[in-house]
């Protein structure tokens, strides 16, 4: 596990009486991680855990081990964050995303740490962590450019004032990419939220460090509760409690498993959830990020009210 | 001059001797073939199976001609030659000709007019100004629509190029035929996808008419097939191993069943199904208006459209006027021949439909609501249903909650803006939403909130070539007219 050896300290404090030897050892604390509900940081209502390794066989940590009861507490979760969010300015939720972002930035270095640990060279840690970052940054700038992109005022031909705008769909379930622990959890929730859905997010299963510190970044970064809740555990075991719940409105698959795949287009049909496979992206590059991944998560309302029409008067000037 | 009638309502009586002269419209501008067989690879094909089926007239149940029965076999004929159509003809088109075609398609369409408004009306049991005002113009725009975006593609999606998706099927309900046609086709074939549709049962025969227009058209052979038979057709399209595309609208349940078959497989799919529209009436609404607009939200087209405002909320102070004023439009509504130019509500589309609003009226009685329906006398062949409502209705009571499809409207009544919000998205559906009240800023706040694809306000049932349509949650997903449904048959590409 996580730095379990007792390191030599090299501090001496005398006068004070603090340390009175230069040789003294101090026991590092170890971090617990556990997953993410409504803003709060607590275990798995199961008790349960498991612990994933690296590959030279070293210890991760003590990871919750997520029941359905959690999965659903978070989906509680969510919804309730949901007329909140939606609710926001759109520059609003910007600010957030960019606030995110900043927290991200200043916590690159336990990143980095934790990314080695889970198997990253130095440098691909690094240049992981600077892409989730810019990511972030990316998705911040369109919270409240997309919709004028995406928008339309219809010239119908009838006395009518009509346009369609997207809207956020809902509660969204995500399974997050298994290999780019980092880079793809921010990478697909960030487009959900900045759409103004909230989401339940199943981090990496083998490599779930990342997703729990990214949790704590979320908690200092100003997004409200229940807006992102961030889960550890078992696809095997939660794919299909992520797709058969019937409050959520979209379901969010990174892996290419086609019998799970299958299972989650099968499941979706009980409330017609909106199903969308990211398996075939490469979040190292441009076509990692764009708009279309928002509007995969929002609906198009048309709105129609009649343009008064007096005594058969024309339209002109 | 107007009198009280046992139900407390005002009838208007102008003369006691006055009524409308019947007007119908002739049945000699259409001809309708005494078999039809399927349109495929731009010929008139037998069935392999050799069965045929009626198609009966609703409005007096007499048969008006026998379609063929299309099974595995023949579905796959069709999607073949939509392959090789789309391989060698229509993929490699250039967008502009493409576009001309679908141009074209439009015009033979309004030089058809009477004639497809005539059959629709004959074969489906809507009135003839309904199908003669809206369903057949809308059909004809749509395709003219449509065809123009073919070469402007680019223009649609930033950043993007797009590629047809291959073979699309299509399958189409029976509420609008023809203009479910038009839905269906002018977007796959403007984008350069080629078609296999199947329409229902019920009402084959102006989809078949439009095939001919196809064949008249020069449309290349394959680009557009069309089969008809029952849900086993539609069951072997949705599981053809080489259709990639499967668009539906229809029923929730079939919506279901058409989204778990294609698990496995790489199609795409749009849904467009029920709905159980809440439209809402605030005190400050026109009343008159609204009135209007409610009997036309739920009455248009005999109560069979999904996005029929079916649940009506009616703010309290105003409950008792409303209901006496939708009582006394009830009653001056024409039910009838669906041919008839006076009539207002034509027949029920099948007996089959017919038994399913019958048990609904029942199970709303039942359920301690409180039925009210126009007096009116109902032609003695023919499947009709007179307009009714009721009134007493809890949210939780399955007419407020299960779509119909008939000429029934549940109103309940309501307090305050968030209260009707709460019960208005209290419904698995949402494809559309309606609101009556004279002050900008509360129609917006509520066209905002309710969770519906399309909501109307201070209007309802409006529909336009260029107005995208379709539904949040139960309702569907993927949406069909205007910018926005283009998408469904496209694939972006970086």
């Known amino acids: 596990m996580e730095k379990t050896s007792i390191k030599k300290s090299s501090i001496s404090i005398s006068e004070n009486g603090i340390e009175k030897k230069a040789s003294a050892k101090r026991l590092a604390v170890l971090k617990t991680y556990k997953i993410y509900i409504g803003g709060q940081f607590p275990r798995t209502e199961s008790g349960r855990y498991y612990i994933p390794t690296n590959a030279a066989g070293k210890k991760l940590a003590n990871v919750c081990l997520s029941s359905r009861k959690d999965f659903r507490d978070a989906v509680v979760a969510a919804r309730a964050a949901f007329g909140g969010w939606s609710g926001r300015a759109a520059f609003n939720r910007s600010q957030v995303l960019y606030r995110m972002a900043e927290m991200l930035e200043g916590r690159k270095a336990q990143f980095i740490e934790e990314l080695i640990q889970q198997d990253a060279g130095k440098s691909k840690a690094e240049k992981e962590i600077n892409l989730a970052i810019d990511r972030l940054i990316y998705y911040a700038g369109w919270c409240d450019k997309f919709q004028q992109l995406f928008s339309a005022v219809n010239p119908v031909a009838t006395a009518h004032f009509n346009f369609s705008v997207p809207e956020p769909t809902g509660v969204v379930s995500i399974i997050a990419p298994q290999g780019d622990s980092l880079l793809g959890l921010v990478s697909v929730i960030a487009p959900v939220i900045a759409g103004g859905n909230t989401c339940v997010v199943l981090a990496s299963e083998t490599k779930p460090l990342c997703a729990v510190t990214f949790a704590e970044v979320l908690n200092s970064s100003d997004l409200p509760g229940g807006v992102v809740n961030i889960l550890t555990g078992r696809p095997a075991e939660l794919a299909s409690w992520f797709t058969d719940h019937m409050d959520v409105n ?4 990174c892996e290419k498993d086609s019998e ?41 309302k048309t709105t129609w009210h009649p343009v008064e029409n007096i005594a058969g008067a024309g339209g002109g000037y | 001059m107007a009198t009280k009638t046992k139900n407390n309502t005002l009838k208007l ?33 037998k069935p392999t199976s050799k069965k045929y089926f009626d198609t009966i007239n609703p409005g007096n ?7 063929a029965d299309a099974g595995t076999a023949d579905v796959d004929k069709a999607v073949k030659a939509a392959r090789r159509a ?10 502009k000709e493409r576009a001309k075609y679908i141009f074209r398609i439009a015009r033979m369409i309004q030089e058809k007019a009477r004639e497809l408004a005539i059959i629709e009306s004959l074969d489906g049991g809507k009135p003839i100004r309904e199908s003669r005002d809206f369903d057949v113009p809308t059909a004809a725009n749509h395709f003219f629509y449509y065809a123009g975006w073919a070469d402007k593609l680019e223009y649609a999606f930033p950043n993007r190029r797009t590629e047809p998706l291959g073979v699309a099927g299509q399958i189409i309900p029976w509420n609008f035929p023809l203009l479910m046609a038009a839905w269906k086709i002018a977007p796959a074939i403007a984008t350069g996808n080629t078609v296999v549709l199947k329409p ?13 227009i196809l064949q008249e058209s020069d449309l290349p052979p394959g680009v557009v097939n069309i089969i008809t038979g029952a849900g086993a057709t539609g069951a072997a399209i949705v599981n053809h191993p080489d259709i990639n595309k499967i668009a539906f609208t229809g029923s929730t349940d079939v919506g279901k069943i058409i989204q778990r078959a294609i ?16 439209n809402i009436i605030f005190e400050d609404a026109p009343i008159d208006q609204a009135v209007e607009g409610v009997i036309n939200g739920i009455y248009f087209n005999q109560g069979h459209v999904c996005c029929a405002g079916s649940r009506l909320y009616v703010q309290e102070s105003v409950a008792k006027e409303v209901i006496r004023k939708l009582k006394d439009r009830i009653e001056s509504l024409i039910v009838g021949d669906p041919l008839d130019k006076n009539t207002d509500i034509g027949a029920i589309n099948s007996r089959q439909q017919l038994e399913t609003i019958h048990k609904y009226l029942s199970i709303g009685k039942k ?21 009714t409502l009721f009134t007493n209705v809890a949210q939780s009571n399955r007419i407020a909650q299960e779509e119909i499809f008939g000429p029934v409207l549940a109103v309940l009544t309501f307090r305050t803006d968030d209260e009707v919000i709460e019960k208005a998205n209290n419904s698995p559906y949402g494809l559309s939403a309606g609101v009556w009240t004279d002050k900008g800023s509360k129609i917006f706040n509520m066209t905002k909130r309710m969770r519906a694809g399309v909501v109307w306000a201070n209007t309802f049932n409006k529909f336009d070539p260029s107005s995208p349509f379709g539904g949040y949650k139960e309702s569907g997903f993927g949406r069909e007219g205007g910018l926005h449904g283009l998408a469904p048959y496209l694939n972006l590409v970086n």
Request: with cysteine.
């Open chain 2, 86 to 95: 789309y391989e060698k003809v229509w993929k490699k088109m250039p967008a």
């Open chain 1, 250 to 253: 979209a379901t969010i698959y």
């Open chain 2, 61 to 67: 149940e007499e048969k008006l001609s026998e379609v």
């Open chain 2, 13 to 45: 009586k102008f003369d006691t001797s006055w009524s409308y002269s019947p007007a119908p419209e002739s049945k000699s501008a259409a001809t309708i073939h005494k078999q039809y067989d399927l349109f495929i690879d731009g010929e008139w094909q």
């Open chain 2, 367 to 387: 359920e301690g609501a409180e039925m009210y329906e126009s007096s009116c006398r109902l032609p003695g062949k023919g499947f009709y249903c007179r307009p």
């Open chain 1, 260 to 300: 799970t795949k299958k299972m989650i287009r099968e499941k979706s049909a009980m409330n017609l959830k909106r199903v969308f496979f990211y398996d075939q992206v490469n979040w190292y590059t441009a076509e990692g990020q764009s708009p279309y991944f928002i509007m995969d998560s929002q609906e198009i």
């Open chain 2, 200 to 212: 229902a049962e019920t009402t084959p025969l102006t989809a078949l008419k439009l095939a001919e």
């Open chain 2, 263 to 278: 698990a496995g497989t790489n199609k795409k799919v749009t849904l467009e199904l029920g709905g159980k529209a809440a």
